[in-house]
Every structure is written in C-alpha cells, then in structure tokens.
C-alpha cells in the first residue's frame, strides 16, 4: 500500500500499461515536457521516451483523429485533452468517427483507445474551463464512460481502460488533483461497469460520481450525526456500461434515490438514473426519486459564486432532510 | 373546505349573503363570524366552520343561494384546495402498497411517522415486526389487529346475548350447476350469487328472517340487505353487504357480490358498504367441511351457511344417482320466532333451489 | 498539360491502370442504373471522371498501405480489391454488403484491403490518416497512409490540423486533393482565398506544392510513386492537389445545373479513361489486351451485381450488433 495523490495516481496507471505493452502510446497538448498542465504525467517522457510519449499543437482534432487512425492500425493510444470542456472542439472525432467506426464497418474496425480529460468545476477557471460533461459521452453510443474518485479508482479503472478493446472517455476530476488515497502496491487493474457502495444506511440511497462522492460521504456522515438518518453512498464510477444491479439493488434497499450530479440540470447523468429506477424499482420506491444538480446555468467564475453552483456537503443535507419523511 | 350555505329553519330553502367579513387571502379561525345571511325568517352571521386562510369566495355580496350550495372554500397554508384533502390511503407509497397487500395488512392499522403523517417503509416493517415479537419459552405473541378486535368484540356480544338455534337441510345443486355449465367459465358465478337469489325469493314468503330485533319489538324490514361474510385470514372477518339486494336480477347480483368481496380482500371498503345488513350469508365450504354453525350478526335475526357442494348418492324416485349436494344451516334467534318457521324458510330456500330455471334467471335482465 | 509517355512505367502497370480505371466506371455507372431501378437507396457520390486519381494511386500502393477517402469513396475502395459484389451489395443495402448494410454508399470500408473507411464528414479523414502514419512510422513497418479529400475540406479546421501535424512529425502520409473545381454546389474559386485550394496551401505547412492533371492516370502515377516512396523513406508528407472534373452532380440528386455551359462537354473531351484508351493503342498495345480486360470487366460488374440482387436484405439481427468489441451493444448489466 502507498499514500498517491489523484494526480499522481494517473501517471502512475498510464506508466503501468505503458511498461506492460509497447503498443500503449500516450499524447497530448503539454504531456510530455512539461508533464501535463495539472502535472498528472509527471516523468513519462523520460521514462518511455518521445517516441512513444509526444507533445501535440493546439490541435484537439488532429489529437483525436491521431489517435483513431492510430487505434485502427495496432496501437493502444492515450489521448489528452487537455480540459473537457475543449471536447467541444473535437466533438466530431470523438461522437461522429470513433464512436461509430466499429457500428458502420460492421465490427472491422478496432478502435482500443482512451481519450482522458480533466473535468469539473471548483478551480476558478470560468464557465469554459469547469464544465463535467461525462453526460454527453453518455449519451453518444460507442462509447465508454468512467469517472473516478480516488486514486486507487484512477490507477486501477485507467489501466482497466487501457486494457478494454473499445473506446473509452476517461473522465478525472480536476479539482481531485491534489486529493490523497491508498493506493496498493504492484499491478492494479479494476473492472469497467462497476460501481461501489461506499457506506451503507438503511433510509436513503446517495448515488454520485467523480467530486460529488466525498461530498456525498460528507453528506451521509452530518444525516447521520445530526438528523438520525442513515445513507447510503454509491459511487457509481462508470456511467457506460453502467451498473444498474448494484443500483437498483442499493435503492430497493431504502426505497428513496437521490443522485448527486455535478453537470447541470437538464440531461444529466441522473436523469437517466431516475427513469431506469422509476421504471424498474417503482414498486420499491417510498417516495419520489429527487436529483441534487447544479442548476441549468453555465458555471460563474468568482469562488464564492462557484461554490455555491455545484452541490455542496450543506444542499444535500437540507435536500435530504427535507424530502426523505 | 367547502363553506356552504347553511340550513338556518326547517322549511328555509335559501338565503341571501348580505356581507363577507373576511377577504380572500385572510387568515380564518373555527367560529369566528365569516359572513351575514338573510332569509325570510331571520338574519343572522354564520361562523367559519373550519381555521384556515379563506381561499376563494364563490358568491357575491347580495347573491341568493340555496341552501347546500357552496359559498366559499378555506385552505391551508394559502393553498387553494379545489378537491377534498386526500384521504391517508391515497397517500401510499407504491413500496408501501406492496408491503400492505404482501403481510395482509390494513393501512389504517398503521400510524404513520413520515411527512405529514405519510405512512413509510419503515412504519409498515415495523408493524410487521411488532406482531412476530416473541414472549419467552418460544411462544409467538400475536397481538390482534383492529379489525380481529373487532370481529372478537361483536362474536361474544352476539353469543352471549342471542339464543342461538341451528337447522339444518341438504340442497342438490344440480339445478345450479346445469346452468352454471350452459353459462360457461365465470369467476363471478360461484354457489354465492344463486344461493343469494334464493335467499332473497325465500324472504319475500318468510319477511320475519329478514328483521331486526330491537329490545322489544322486531322491525321487519322492507329491502333486503345481504351482508356477505368475507374471511381475510389473519385479520378476521368483514361483512360487506350488497344493498338492496332482492331488486337485483341474478346476473347483476352476482357482479355487486363479486366485486364487494373483491374490494373486502384488497381493503378498500368504504365504512358505508358494511352497514345496514339485514340477513347475512357466509359461504364456508372451501376446505370441505360439512356443516358449520354460524354466529348471527346483531341486530339481525338469523345467519345461513354453506358448506362443501360435493357429489353424493342420492335417491331419486326409486333410483340413486350422483348430485352435487350441500348443507344449508341456519343460526336463528329463538326470540325472534321458532323452529317451524325457521325450517319452512329452509324448505322454501331448497325448493327454490333445487326447482328454479337457473339459465333463465342467469338470462334475465339482459337487454 | 502535356502528358509524358515515357517507358518508366511498364506494360503491367499500364493495364493494370487501364482495368482499375475501367472496373470503377462500369461499376460507377452500374449503381447509377441500380440507382433509378429504386434499389439503391439514400445518396450516393459518383467517380464518374475522377477515375484515373484512384487507379493511379492505388496501383501505386502496396497492398499492406492504408487508403483513407471520403463520401465518394467507391472508386478508392474498389481500386484497393475490394469485391464489386460487397461495394454493390452495400449500397443496395443488402447482407453480401461489406458492411453488411450497416455503412451505406458514404462510409465503405474493407480492413482486409487496406481501404480503412470512407469519411463522410468534411475534413474528418485527413487526422485519421495521420494517425495510421504515425502508426506506421512507430511501428517502423514502412507502411504509408494515402489520405484523398475534395477540393472543399481544404477550407476545414481538420485539415489545417492533419497537414500541420503531418509535417511536424514527418509522417508517411501523402494528402491528395481531388479538385473537381465544386464544393458541392458552389465554384471552389468562389469561397476559397487562393488560386489552388490544396497546392497553395502547401507552403503553409512547409510542404513543396505539386500539381498534377487528375485525368492523367500516368501522371497520376508518377506523383503517387514518387511521393510514396518518399514517404516510405522516412522523407515525410506530401500535398498533392489534383485536377479533375466529375461528369455527375454532387450526389445523384444533383443535376449539376450550376455548372456553365459548355465546361462539362470541355472535360468530357478529355475523359480519363478514353484518354488512357488512346494512349495505349498508340503504345502499341493492340485491341485485343484491352478488348479482354473490357469484356472482363463488364462482366465482373454483371456478376457482381446479379450477385448482389440476390442477397437477401440485411437481417435486423444486425441492428444491435457490433457497438462493441463484444459484438454486441449492452451498456449495462
């Protein structure tokens, strides 16, 4: 076991499969000398080299396309993008080529890559810096969509990404950066497609992803001590494939769903998460399913003004306590 | 709430509201004065029936109404309230629904501890546990729902106050199960519907079975009310009654059995479908038993029930044949009249029974 | 532009230039007929001219390089061996189809031959032929990426990029435009700030810039040897920009009536194919090579395309299939 920060955490499951298999390629805008603008490829050039770990221009769909062409013919790419928000720039490699490569050649076509991106809200960067878009990976099919919260999850979901023969968008928080965690030692490899129950209650059921799981800890710990209810927390950690038995399990359980979402309101991933346990866990539902979202707003710069947009620790409380009777 | 006009003199029959003493949107309390009236006879302020914020006015200063109609309505918390409150079981939770219909429970048994007193989850296991809680040497202590107590309750009343007598005769239900054949498959067409029918067309000979026994006198009663005995396993006994009964033709006696049972079983009988019964049916033969000796529902005078309908020999001029045959026994109440009559009624019920063109009356009414 | 007949290019490649460019006209004409017979569906954007780039490049190939084209890309896909009857079938929408009816005319596609997919959005192709380069060049396998685009993507962000990543990290991709002078419906003149939309551009990108006459299945083909060769060598990419003329509109809904009068009879006088025709007679060839590759030709397309009639519709079994790796499309458990 060691203590990794987030960050390092990444570096560290890109130079596990990187040593692994030499096909494994990693690129993007600042990766390589300067190890990344969050610094979260630390050391891989001098590890790996420049042949195999290449600083790009400012060419998001030159990046991606790279990447595709380069999936199609024996690698194992690892593209950046540098800030999710800029998936908007190559929205169509990523939504219009790679994903549906495989659907329209009719299974010739092999595309293992993953695309890993910074995501999230909470470092002041403005409403074109911060945005959680895990969503419209979601809702492009041909696509696979992951979103860890700890470092062990980071190590272990990317290396499990890496290893998965289809397209994955890898979505890391950047403001869980700088967060710690344990880590074990040696190879780590999770599973796509499964979420954890990190704390189980008897009274309500917390499903969140990415930054909003310590705030749904958090969350569960004040019900808890100061209002006598007991939470469940789910970290759902892959939206595609999505867990939806340790979902629908965990909500049966309580009878009451609450999602916890950084994107904003409309569409987001919770949306999709209520409609499935309104339709298959309606007879165990005690009440209504409610989500706890930012608002359908683009996110403001000034840090009060953001702290106050995203859910915190005290709206899912007061959220809770107020509809759970 | 509704506030509406009220019946201020025996033959008033409307009255005009002079003034509103409160504003839409005002805050009201029980008694204090809402309105004045003026009827013929008198004029007078009417008090708020109800505390509350007086939502909307319905009827204009000067504005003659009848009585009954409605003139206002008072909500809470500002809420305009256009239909009544719900009721507690409109309210359950669909987790709730299930649990309740799964351990045969009554949502009324229940308190609730959720919002607004909603009924939770948590409230129905509760219930649950609370009944399977153990007493020491491995016993189980059940303790009685409310609606047992209440079964328990009448039952003892009834036997210790009514002098209870039971006849006795075998019916061949042949005639019925020709017809029920021709008929073909129908959930609603058990022996209950027919033997109903009969029983109604034997009160119309023998009136005094159908009466009530009021201390010293007994008030035959005109209309038949069927009560129709409903077993709900752990909880009891229920009695929904089919009103009216004797003006219903066979088919449509059979649909309103139907559906009351179905209603009793999944407990959303209304307190008015259990009152007012005047004779009382209880069907009984489900496990094959032969005879059973019911205990009359007070202030009613008498109880039928059927047994098992099973094939037996039977002599039929000089020959034996195979009929379907039940037993048909009657608790009476000896103060009520005696055994002569009660025994002529059976013979009656038997003939009817046994010599009516069940397919016709099964045809009858259908247009 | 005056055409070299030189003897650098021997009699086999000749006639295999002169099939390759005879296959695709038959077949290009034969799913226009399928087209008005109702059993061709949707759109489709005809080679009908432009053969002699896709013969000339494609002949050029080995067969291990990897051909990246666009929305009108059966000439390409067909020049790198892919079977007349799955071209056809797929654009009748049948089960023979390479893609089994899952592409459609726009997005033809055959691994096995190298033609790694038609791009049916503007520009998306020439990152992705980047990609298989770099691919390549990592891999050292000497294999090189042939990118073909319209004269219309010049103007797309997707191209700037390719080209300027191309040329930083020196990779064996050679970008072909096809300039037919129309970006759909619109003079490629009109909506573009230099004279030749690709050739011009090369220097952008510290790229020579080359011209070549499209219709010149020859001059093709010296431009495709020398700039594969060269990138094979580890010399880097080219910017190939060639003249041609398509005979049909945009797409078959198209009657191309913005073109002006007179312009398409101009480029009909200098048809690809029956120059390459006269050009061999005078090589002294003879009637007979060429009557049999003729009479071949016609019928492999006749077979083809009885063939494809035949084949059942697509199953709809194949409607949830192949998202994933897997094969299948669960995204849940």
């Known amino acids: ?325 | 709430m509704q506030v509406i006009m009220p019946q201020l003199g025996e033959t008033v029959a409307e009255g005009t509201v002079t003034a509103w003493r409160k504003k839409v949107g005002e805050r009201v309390e029980a008694g204090e004065a809402l309105f004045d009236v003026s009827t013929d006879k008198v004029e007078t302020e009417v008090p708020a029936p109800a505390s509350g914020v007086l939502t909307a006015i319905l009827v204009s200063e000067g504005t003659t109404v009848k009585v009954g109609e409605a003139l206002a309505t008072i909500g809470e918390h500002g809420q305009p309230q256009s239909a009544p409150p719900a009721a507690a079981e409109e309210r359950l939770s669909p987790v709730v629904r299930k649990l309740l219909a799964e351990h045969g429970l009554d949502a009324r048994e229940i308190t609730g501890t959720g919002a607004e007193g909603r009924i939770t989850r948590r409230d129905v296991l509760d219930s649950v546990e609370r009944r399977k809680a153990t007493a020491p040497g491995g016993d189980e202590r059940l303790s009685l729902g409310p609606i047992r107590k209440r079964t328990a309750e009448q039952m003892a009343l009834s036997w210790r106050t009514i002098p209870h007598v039971l006849q006795a005769v075998e019916v061949d239900f042949h005639a019925v199960d020709a017809a029920r054949a021709a008929h073909g498959k129908s959930a609603e067409l058990t022996y209950l519907p027919f033997l109903a029918r009969a029983v109604c067309e034997a009160i119309a000979s023998f009136p005094l079975v159908n009466a009530s026994f009021d201390g010293d006198s007994l008030v035959v009663r005109r209309r038949v009310h069927l009560g129709i005995a409903v077993d709900l396993g752990a909880d009891g006994l229920i009695v929904p009654v089919v009103k009216d009964a004797a003006a219903k033709p066979l088919r449509d006696l059979a649909g309103a059995i139907h559906s009351l049972v179905q209603k009793a079983r999944a407990r959303k009988l209304r307190p008015d479908d259990v009152t007012e019964g005047t004779y009382t049916i209880s069907n009984s033969g489900r496990f094959g038993t032969f005879l059973t000796a019911p205990i009359i529902l007070p202030p009613q005078v008498a109880i039928l029930s059927l047994d098992a309908v099973a094939k037996k020999p039977v002599v039929s001029g000089e020959d034996i044949v195979v009929r379907p045959v039940g037993v048909l026994a009657q608790s009476f109440d000896h103060r009520a009249f005696d055994g002569a009559y009660s025994a002529a009624f059976l013979h009656r019920l038997k003939e009817i029974i046994e010599g009516t063109d069940w397919s016709a009356a099964l045809a009858e009414g259908r247009g | 532009m005056p055409t070299e007949s030189g003897n650098d290019i021997d009699r086999s490649t000749r006639l295999a230039l002169y099939r390759s460019q005879l296959e695709i006209r038959l077949l290009e004409k034969r799913a226009y007929d399928l087209f008005l017979q109702n059993l061709v569906k949707g759109t489709s954007h005809l080679s009908l001219g432009q053969e002699a780039v896709a013969a000339g490049f494609a002949v050029a190939m080995r067969t291990d390089d990897y051909t990246y084209c666009t929305y009108r890309g059966h000439a390409h896909t067909l020049a790198r061996g892919a079977p007349m009857t799955g071209v056809l079938g797929e654009l009748m929408g049948r089960s023979c189809g390479l893609m089994r009816g899952k592409g459609g005319s726009m997005h033809l596609t055959s691994v096995e031959h190298g033609a790694m997919g038609s791009y049916a959005i503007v520009g998306a192709n020439l990152p992705v032929a980047a990609g298989a380069a770099w691919s390549a060049q990592l891999r050292g396998t000497g294999q090189v990426a042939v990118c073909f685009f319209g004269d219309g993507a010049t103007n797309i962000g997707a191209f700037h990029e390719a080209l300027n990543l191309a040329a930083v990290w020196k990779l064996p991709v050679i970008f072909v435009c096809e300039n037919n002078l129309y970006m759909e419906y619109t003079p490629i003149r009109s909506v573009t700030a230099v004279e030749h939309p690709a050739a011009d551009r090369a220097q952008a990108y510290g790229l020579d810039s080359v011209i070549v006459d499209g219709n010149d299945a020859d001059a093709v083909y010296r431009v495709a040897r020398t700039s594969i060769a060269r990138a094979r060598q580890g010399g880097g990419p080219s910017l190939i920009e060639a003249k041609t003329y398509r005979h049909s509109g945009h797409s078959r809904a198209d009657p191309g009536k913005y073109r002006p009068p007179g312009e398409l009879e101009e480029w009909m006088k200098r048809d690809p194919i029956t120059l390459y025709r006269k050009r061999l007679l005078e090589l002294d060839f003879g009637e007979a090579p060429l009557g049999e590759i003729e009479k071949a030709a016609q019928r492999a397309v006749d077979e083809a395309t009885e063939a494809a009639k035949a084949s059942p519709p697509a199953p709809l079994e194949v409607i949830e299939r192949d998202v994933w790796a897997d094969g299948g499309s669960s995204w849940r458990n």
């Open chain 1, 1 to 325: 076991m060691a203590e990794l920060s987030y960050r390092e955490a990444v570096a560290a499951g890109i130079a596990q499969e990187m040593e692994r298999d030499q096909r494994v390629v990693f690129l993007g805008e600042d990766v390589g000398g300067a190890g990344g603008v969050f610094k979260s490829t630390v050391g891989l050039l001098e590890r790996f080299g420049p042949v195999r770990v290449r600083d790009t221009p400012i060419s998001e769909q030159a990046i991606i396309g790279a990447a595709m062409g380069a999936a199609m013919t024996g690698l194992r790419p690892i593209a950046e993008i540098m800030f999710s928000d800029f998936f908007a720039v190559c929205w169509d490699m990523i939504a219009n080529e790679i994903a549906k490569a495989r659907y329209m050649s009719a299974g010739q076509m092999s595309l293992p890559l993953v695309i890993r991106t910074a995501n999230g809200a909470g470092s002041r960067f403005g409403a074109q810096h911060s945005q959680s878009v895990e969503n419209w990976a979601m809702a492009v099919p041909g696509l696979k969509v992951v979103a860890p919260s700890t470092p062990a999850d980071v190590k272990g979901l990317l290396a499990a990404a890496v290893r998965d023969p289809d397209p994955v968008i890898f979505f890391e928080h950047k403001g869980l950066y700088a967060s710690k965690g344990e880590v074990p030692d040696g190879e780590l490899v999770d599973r796509l497609g499964t979420a954890k129950v990190l704390r189980q209650g008897g009274d309500v059921t917390l499903v969140a992803l990415a930054a909003m799981v310590p705030r749904a800890l958090q969350a569960a710990s004040r019900l808890q001590d100061e209002h006598g209810i007991s939470a469940t927390v789910v970290d759902l950690r892959s939206l595609v494939p999505l867990d939806t038995r340790t979902l629908l399990a965990e909500t049966a359980k309580t009878g009451r769903l609450y999602t916890v979402e950084e994107n904003p309101r409309l569409c987001g991933w919770g949306a999709e998460i209520a409609s499935i346990v309104a339709e298959e866990c309606f007879y165990d539902l005690d009440g209504p399913v409610v989500r706890i979202t930012t608002p359908h707003v683009p996110l403001p710069a000034a840090d009060a003004l953001e702290d106050n947009t995203v859910p915190t620790v005290e709206r899912i409380v007061r959220t809770v306590v107020r509809t759970a009777g």
